[in-house]
């Protein structure tokens, strides 16, 4: 072990100016990745505040008894799809229509009689805030006999899910576009490696060496470029955040950053790529020796 360790480390002292352009090669083909994945989780984030904003409000008729609406509000918040159930008395309602509607302010202040029905703002959670949940929340509601109408913007929420669902196609998509790319540029720098020390190889082959004790520096270096990699692209990626997070902040309510999770996978990534750039390379040279 300690001596493919050596040899692994030997090869960046050997050839620092190769080592260093496939380090920063394969840092860029993750920082292009980085980059769509620092897009598609933002993206992601946006569609997700969007999202908080869907509920069902059930209007009740008048003349409905107190006791009745809160044992309806206890059975409606233990639907599974439920996250909170809000009762909105008819005062609570007018109230809102004069804070939020200023240019109805005045026939709002005229009124005899509350035009406004009391209603129950029902909140969704996280994962069912599609169109099939909510109909489905939406119909269940329409049997109790108190309730007058349900509204939820149904067709609202329809481009919602679309908007959803073209999105993660695209993000997909590009993504494996973006991960074939940077495995093909990646296995091209180990190659240059590999053929760099084909003589090495070959000397190796003659005085009896294994293939497995051949190729394990490869390996090694190979894996130790994917690090190096993944973690320029994740300076090349934060810089790029940091850069554009107070411009976007002024229209928006900011951009994210990856999660630790998501930024260890990225350089777990760039170490199997590197890995598997290396195994390729050497085994294919291995055959021809």
Known sequence: MRLLVRE??????????????????IGFSLYAVGLFALVAVNLREALRGVEQRVEVVAYLLRGTPPETVAQAS????????????????????LKRARAELVEFRDAYRDL?????????????????????????????LKG????????YGREWIEKLDRLRNIAGIVGLTIGLAFAAVAVVIIGVTIR?????????????RLV???RGFIRGPFLLEGALKGLGGGLVAIGLSYATYLMFRGQIELATSGIVFLQPPQLALGVLFGVAIGLGGSLVSVGRHLRNV
């Open 74 to 93: 206890q059975d409606i918040a233990a639907f599974p799809e439920v996250a909170r159930v809000t009762f909105v008395s008819e005062d609570e309602a």
């Open 208 to 210: 009896g060496a294994t």
């Open 112 to 140: 005899a009689v509350n035009p406004l029905p009391a209603s129950l703002e029902i909140q969704l959670k996280d994962g069912f805030r599609t169109g099939v949940h909510t109909s489905a929340v939406a119909e269940r």
């Open 8 to 25: 692994a480390l030997l090869a960046f002292r050997r050839a620092p100016l190769l080592s260093a352009l496939s380090i920063t090669t």
């Open 144 to 151: 109790y006999g108190f309730i007058d109408d349900v509204r």
């Open 192 to 204: 240059i490696t590999v053929l760099q020390r084909a003589r090495e190889i070959s000397i190796m």
